[in-house]
């Protein structure tokens, strides 16, 4: 509203002059006010850049446009025949209330169903969809973000990113639907690669941010590295950054020619321009990073993979921090370098909960603005909610061809498979993998990890949901040069995170995380203890013959014989190995800890498949039919009556809580 119309005084005279003027008639004031404010029919704009706003759809009260220009330009003002009932929201609101709604991590969660386990699941984005619609049925506007790592993870997606291509993406068509307003780029974002996130940023009608994202070239951003979101006037400003550790996981060609920097660096950089250019209302971080800075680092350390927390302490400016990455349930305050209170909120993964916060906003007349006065968050479980049955009815035909397509036999299997035996020694199950790693690039060693705790191929027919438990992630195929030496010391550092030194037979095989107090610590998110590392971390090796000794400390765990082939492994030879490019880009730090950098990982990268793993599986069951499982027992853990105790004794902790 025009500031010459906030003034309650002046209010009160044109009420009481148009209350007083008499002559003209009732059909005179239509008239006259269709004249004066004609109603715009421009469309409205959805995607923005950094520059533009966006706005939330709203009905437009012309009257006060048109009364406006009637007194200061001095031309007669219709008078009824009654006084002029003024709306009750007509003048200036004391207080706003933005309701702000955060998801993360939803890794293709968009439909009530696991296409990969064929079952239902009490959470999805179509879940949210109704707690949404509940909140902008309020008296409140909604803004609604997103956390980042969208696009990988059910084969719903997949099927969008690789298989049905020519149309637009799933992911675009609900979140458009869904009506965002900004999202940040996640790593298995990028991970999809340029063909598919390109393509979806194209087709959605909101921004992603990336203030971190810079040409390499330039030093400029990559993307769009923030956004100004109006709502009832108010400008909220959204800061989006990822995690910095994307050159650690992914191949640069699936990000040519942009790095990533520091979060906190890249926060002290925009926030002065933000509040210089924008004047908004409030500063929010959108980042695709977690709270805990020392989950593969230290706080001290550049690029620090979950600087969120980070951030809010170091970097002046911030109100309100949405965070992801972790799949955690995040919900904190943490004081900034002044002293102020930064509300932190991070939703889990899968559409589990979203991070929500009501900001209040009340006018201040001195100042003729808006200020904060409330800022008030919490996370919101989603599994009380009820799917969206409108989105469910749309989207139905889409549901049911994924359905189909991941229930599409591609061979059969001779016996069931675990990857519960892969976390205590050689196992059918990696040794599938490690025979198409080996099949597909001929490398003389394969390197490879479960991917999943607790995952299972059944005995008999094999459908395409089965390769997406067997292989979870698009990790390409890549063949790199590795002296003996540092395949060595790479074995020292997989087996020293995985198994415990035991002292006795009472002890764990797994090497368990422990508090201050020496207590395993439970995790609720997995519904089992921590391990000192993620299993998929658990690198074994085909190729070679080696013994794995618990009873020894780490770095002296692993003893390797011979090549499979008889020849002696000599640690001053060179040869060639197939590995993942998570790990090939230093993904769980076992390349460094074999003393190759991530610079230097690059120059050893031989070769890279075109398609990821997932990929090739499918196509060796679809080739062979029929798959007879087989462990080449290549590897052994000893002292052996050790490792079974110890297997006794971890098992119960990895799985009697598993749901």
């Known amino acids: 509203m025009n500031r010459f119309l906030r003034s309650p005084l002046i209010l009160l005279m044109v009420i009481i002059a148009l209350s007083l003027i008499g002559c003209a008639t009732s059909k005179d004031v239509q008239e006259h006010a269709i004249e004066e404010a004609p109603v715009s029919t421009a469309p409205i704009e959805d995607t923005v850049v950094a520059s533009q706003v966006i706005e939330e ?209 890249t926060a002290k950089k925009w926030i002065p321009i933000i509040q210089e250019q924008e004047k908004p209302h409030l500063i929010v971080g959108l980042f695709h990073a977690g709270v805990d800075e020392t989950y593969s680092g230290t706080a001290e350390e550049k690029g620090n993979e979950n600087a969120s927390k980070l951030v809010a302490k170091q970097v002046e400016g911030f109100d309100l921090i949405f965070t992801g990455h972790d799949h955690q349930d995040t919900n904190m305050i943490v004081a900034s370098p002044s002293g102020k209170d930064v509300l932190i909120l991070g939703a889990m993964n899968g559409a589990r909960s979203v991070g929500t916060a009501s900001a209040v906003f009340t006018f201040d007349e001195q100042a003729n603005d808006y200020r904060l006065t409330s800022l008030e968050g919490n996370t919101e479980m989603m599994d009380s909610y009820p799917a969206d049955s409108q989105l469910l009815e749309t989207y139905a035909a889409v549901g049911q061809e994924v359905k189909n397509w991941v229930s599409r036999p591609i061979g059969s299997i001779s016996e069931t498979i675990s990857s519960r035996d892969a976390m205590f020694g050689d196992s059918k199950f990696v040794d599938l993998i490690h025979a198409i790693q080996l099949e597909k690039t001929g490398a003389q060693i394969s390197i490879s990890a479960p991917l999943s705790l607790d995952a299972q191929i059944k005995q008999g027919e094999v459908y395409v949901r089965d390769m997406f438990n067997l292989y979870p992630y698009e990790n390409l195929l890549f063949t790199m040069t590795m002296t003996g030496k540092e395949i060595r010391d790479f074995a020292e550092y997989s087996y020293g995170k995985w198994f415990n030194q035991m002292k006795s037979l009472d002890d764990d095989l797994i090497l368990f995380k422990r508090d201050d107090s020496g207590n395993l610590i439970f995790n609720t998110r997995y519904n089992t203890y921590d391990t000192a590392t993620r299993y998929y971390n658990y690198d074994s090796f085909a190729g070679i013959n080696y013994v794995v000794d618990v009873t020894k400390p780490i770095g002296q765990k692993v003893n390797i014989k011979t090549l499979s082939n008889g020849v002696r492994f000599d640690s001053n030879k060179t040869y060639t190995v197939a590995i993942n490019s998570y790990r090939a880009q230093g993904g769980g730090g076992h390349l460094e800890a074999a003393g190759i950098t991530p610079e230097t990982a690059l120059e050893r990268i031989t070769s890279s498949t075109v398609k990821d793993l997932r990929y090739y599986l499918m196509e060796a069951f679809e080739t062979r039919k029929t798959i007879v499982p087989t462990v080449d027992q290549n590897w052994l853990v000893i002292p052996s009556l050790w490792a079974e105790r110890g297997k006794k004794n971890s098992y119960p902790k990895l799985y009697d809580t598993v749901q």
């Open 57 to 265: 759809p709203k009905a437009v009260v012309s009257q006060e446009i048109a009364a406006e220009a009637t007194i200061e330009q001095g031309e007669p003002v219709a008078v009824a025949e009654k006084p002029i009932i003024l709306p009750d929201d007509w003048g200036q609101k004391s207080e706003i209330t933005i309701r702000l709604i955060e998801t993360s991590d939803l890794h293709g969660s968009i439909f009530p169903y696991d296409f990969a386990k064929d079952t239902t699941s009490s959470t999805s984005l179509m879940q949210i969809a109704t707690y949404v619609a509940q909140e902008r049925a309020k008296d409140q506007s909604v803004v609604l973000l997103d956390a980042g790592d969208l696009l990988q993870g059910q084969p719903l997606v997949y099927y969008y990113n690789f298989v049905k291509t020519g149309v637009p993406h799933i992911v675009s068509q609900i979140m458009n639907d869904l009506a965002y307003d900004a999202a940040a780029v996640g790593n298995h974002d990028i991970e999809a690669g340029p063909d598919v996130y390109q393509k979806v940023y194209r087709e959605v009608r909101f921004p992603f941010l990336a203030a971190n994202a810079v040409r390499i070239d330039t030093g400029e951003p990559a993307i769009a590295p923030y956004a100004i979101i109006e709502r009832e006037g108010l400008r909220i400003a959204v800061l989006g950054m990822t995690t910095p550790y994307i050159p650690k996981w992914l191949p640069q060609n699936l990000y040519e020619g942009v790095r990533f920097e520091d979060m906190v660096d």
